[in-house]
């Protein structure tokens, strides 16, 4: 059974740092792409960041380049968000999925979904 776990969501200052995970179990991650997607109120979804696992590239929205860092932890077949320097525009639903092929900033190229988890920045 696929499934997609996402944590580290919470709250946070202006300026501050949180680390998001997507755990990923029924399936072998070397043949995906996983992405990062965030939803804020009254607003469309849309992609933060991708990572292709068999040869590392990544993708970012200019609006975090800098600032998130996104990576695979092999061992615990986990991948990483590294969020830094957080802005209150940051603020949404963060989800991760998984996709085999087609663009990483569209939503329906993705075939797996997670639950989502909340991300809030402010003082």
């Known amino acids: 059974q696929v499934q997609l776990v996402e944590s580290g969501g919470g709250l946070v200052q202006p300026g501050g740092s949180l680390r998001l995970s997507c755990g990923v179990s029924?399936?072998?991650?070397?043949?995906?792409?996983i992405g990062w997607f965030r939803q804020a109120p009254g607003k469309e979804r849309e992609g933060v960041s991708s990572?292709?696992?068999?040869?590392?590239?990544?993708h970012y929205i200019d609006s975090v380049k800098g600032r998130f860092t996104i990576s695979r932890d092999n061992a615990k077949n986990t991948v990483l968000l590294q969020m830094s320097s957080l802005k209150p525009e940051d603020t949404a639903v963060y989800y991760c999925?998984?996709?085999?092929?087609?663009?990483?900033?569209?939503?329906?190229?993705?075939?797996?979904w997670g639950q989502g988890t909340q991300v809030t920045v402010s003082s």
């Open positions: 999925a998984a996709r085999g092929g087609g663009s990483w900033r569209d939503p329906e190229a993705y075939l797996y």
């Open positions: 029924g399936f072998n991650l070397d043949y995906y792409a």
């Open positions: 990572i292709y696992l068999m040869d590392g590239s990544t």
